[in-house]
């Protein structure tokens, strides 16, 4: 499991180690609150793990991925389903999606 938390641009050996486990594909799970990210790890719920060991807060995180072949964003995880919360895979959350979108594209250069 090849997670790493990235607060800033995302350095080339940052990027190799999340891409361990996918090599076009990385998955990540943002934290809105933060303003950081884990990326990496064969399941979403590897880089969850990881970012609420570190202090982050379960409402705050969201996963998704980058195609990096693509330079595509995508907003679908089993993480997202929350009773209450949401039914859905999908972020469908347009405000919580624009703010994965700003922080994935600044750290990912996108």
Known sequence: MAVVIIEEAITVEQLQFSREE????????????????????????????????????????????????????????????RPGVSASQEVIDQAIRDKMEEIIRRIFKL
């Not at 990385?26 to 990210?37: A, H, N, P, W």
């Not at 980058?66 to 995880?77: M, P």
């Open 22 to 81: 996918y090599d076009e594909y990385v998955k990540v799970v943002v934290d809105i609150e933060r303003e950081i990210l884990a990326a990496g790890g064969e399941w979403h719920a590897d880089a969850e793990r990881v970012l609420l060991a570190a202090g982050s807060r379960q409402e705050h995180l969201w996963g998704g991925g980058v195609n990096l072949t693509k330079n595509k964003i995508e907003f679908n995880s089993l993480i997202n389903m």
